[in-house]
């Protein structure tokens, strides 16, 4: 059976996947990766480049075995999971590029990368983690998944949160989006304050083989403020012929 790798986006981790691991038990294998410098690598350097996460994440699924999968990147997950759509072209079954786009200084964003580093050095990364954490729920602090979401980006430092804006603000994938060869789902929020949009019809125009789903109601975490749609969306995409 063909494994699902799941790529987390900036301050996220792997453990946000539960809803996920819990629909998918014996129908889909799930990877799921903590990028260096979040989650439960937090203790692992920072890395300031999209490329340079891509490359990682492909050498950790080589070092587990995994050679042929299903791909799936949130946030800047999703421009980490282009870069792998292209790098590693023979061995990505189907793709799912969702809440995220191809240009990383996030026209539309609900504020700038400047700003937010900006605040990390000034507020720090706790108070920092919360409040973007904040922002990915359509109902902020008061979504049931807003604390633990926030815990997760709690255990990134303030080191691996600029790496992070900074490897996000060098990168544009929009010219190359031609290149993708998977079969691609696209998922979107309708109330994302991180990519408006713009961002997603971009992807939807570019990428020859392209589905697009909007959920409505929903900002930037839809597995966790919708998840059995999610699910059902995601397992529709992956188990169809």
């Known amino acids: 059976m063909i494994p699902l790798v799941l790529v ?55 070092a587990k075995g995994v050679d042929r999968y299903h791909l799936l990147g949130h946030s800047m997950g999703g421009m980490i999971a282009q870069e792998i759509a292209r790098r590693d072209a023979k061995c990505v079954e189907r793709l799912v590029l969702y809440s995220t786009g191809a240009k990383g200084v996030l026209p539309g964003r609900f504020e700038t990368i400047a700003q937010s580093k900006s605040r990390v050095l000034a507020d720090g990364p706790q108070q920092t983690a919360r409040r973007i954490a904040a922002t990915w729920f359509l109902h902020t602090h008061e979504d049931p998944g807003f604390e633990h979401c926030a815990q997760i980006a709690q255990l990134a430092g303030p080191e691996a949160m600029l790496a992070g804006l900074d490897a996000m603000d060098a990168w544009s994938g929009e010219d ?22 713009q961002q997603i019809q971009t992807l939807w125009g570019a990428i020859p083989d392209v589905g697009l789903s909007v959920v409505a109601g929903c900002a930037h975490a839809v597995h966790l403020e919708k998840p059995d749609l999610f699910n059902r969306l995601l397992g529709d995409f992956l188990l169809q012929k």
Request: with cysteine.
């Open 8 to 62: 987390h986006g900036f301050m996220g981790g792997s453990a946000q996947w539960g809803p996920q691991q819990e629909y998918f038990a014996g129908q889909i294998p799930l990877v799921s990766v903590d990028l260096p410098g979040f989650g439960q690598n937090a203790h692992l350097p920072p890395v300031s480049r999209i490329e340079a996460f891509a490359d990682w994440v492909v050498a950790a699924l080589r």
């Open 176 to 197: 190359e989006l031609s290149q993708i060869c998977s079969k691609t789902l696209v998922i979107w929020g309708d109330r994302d304050r991180t990519y408006p949009w």
